[in-house]
């Protein structure tokens, strides 16, 4: 069962991947999509039992991968349910609803807190997202950036702390 979830967490970060790469479609069909095949994964993690160290060097990175490439989709696909109407908007640079370099912050933002929780210290989450808080402070002026900014970050980091739970099943 553990070559099983492996294979479904792999198979977690190439569909994130590959519909980062695709653009545009049905976000939240594409978030659920995501979810199920994570929650595929941790269902044979549990189901297997202990991994071997292989098999746990192998989830760590495939669960970093999984955690970077699907969180983009994930919170894309949330932040549309909240508010299917603002998500397709376009806005320019001076655009205050428009938090820019978002996908890329996110990026980090889901490995960092990956990173954190495999290294065993869940304290991390408190110091990357108090970064991320205040590295955004001056554009939160705007209660749709705000909104926006919180439901993001909120799915992100669930994401990447699903994707780590699964390394930690593993471990046993």
Request: aromatic fraction near 4%.
């Amino acid at each position: 069962m553990n070559v099983l979830a492996l294979v479904l967490l792999g198979l977690t970060g190439a569909a994130g991947l590959a519909f980062a790469l695709a653009g545009r479609g049905a976000p939240q069909g594409r978030a659920a999509a995501m979810a199920v095949l994570l929650a595929a994964a941790a269902a044979s993690a549990w189901a297997g039992g202990d991994a071997t160290d292989t098999e746990l060097g192998l989830a760590t990175v495939l669960a970093v991968l999984a955690s970077v490439a699907g969180g983009g989709p994930v919170a894309i696909g949330v932040l549309h349910a909240a508010d299917p109407a603002a998500v397709g908007v376009g806005g320019g640079a001076q655009d205050p609803d428009i938090l820019r370099g978002g996908a890329w912050i996110g990026v980090l933002e889901r490995a960092a807190l990956t990173g954190t929780l495999l290294a065993g210290w869940p304290e991390g989450l408190a110091v990357v997202l108090a970064v991320k808080g205040l590295g955004r402070f001056a554009e939160l002026r705007s209660p749709a950036a705000a909104e926006r900014f919180i439901v993001g970050t909120l799915a992100s980091a669930l994401w990447a702390a699903a994707c780590a739970g699964l390394v930690l099943l593993l471990r046993g």
